[in-house]
């Protein structure tokens, strides 16, 4: 099991968030994320550590039924979290997506 983080960003209260790929069946993961459990394969992760960071503050798994991958992210000034990365699959969870489906795998993005 494998789980490389590829990106970090801080938010203006300090707080760190991390995106990265992981094949892990268990991830650790917080109450209520978005996607609690692996849905199968590589699958992207975000997290956010308090900003000692001793605490795990936020974490999910981010995929589809394919492989995907998380390269980058970036918050803006209200929190939210921008996140850069691939999928294989149609059935990745986007929310206004920079590109809905890939021309050709695994060349896709998602901002979320």
């Known amino acids: ?13 300090g707080s760190a968030y991390i995106a990265g ?3 892990s069946n268990n991830f650790p993961t917080t109450p209520a994320s978005f996607q609690p459990t692996t849905r199968g394969g590589d699958e992207a992760f975000v997290a956010r550590l308090g900003p000692d960071g001793s605490a795990l503050v936020f974490s999910t798994y981010l995929g ?5 991958g998380a390269f980058g992210i970036a918050i803006d000034g209200a929190g939210n ?10 059935t990745f969870p986007t929310t206004t997506p920079f590109r809905a489906s ?3 795998a695994p060349e896709a993005t998602s901002s979320w």
């Open 64 to 68: 589809s039924n394919g492989r995907d």
């Open 1 to 13: 099991m494998t789980t490389p983080g590829e990106a970090i960003a801080v938010d203006d209260n």
């Open 21 to 23: 790929t992981t094949n």
């Open 102 to 104: 890939a021309p050709r």
């Open 81 to 90: 979290a921008y996140v850069t990365g691939f999928t294989t699959a149609p």
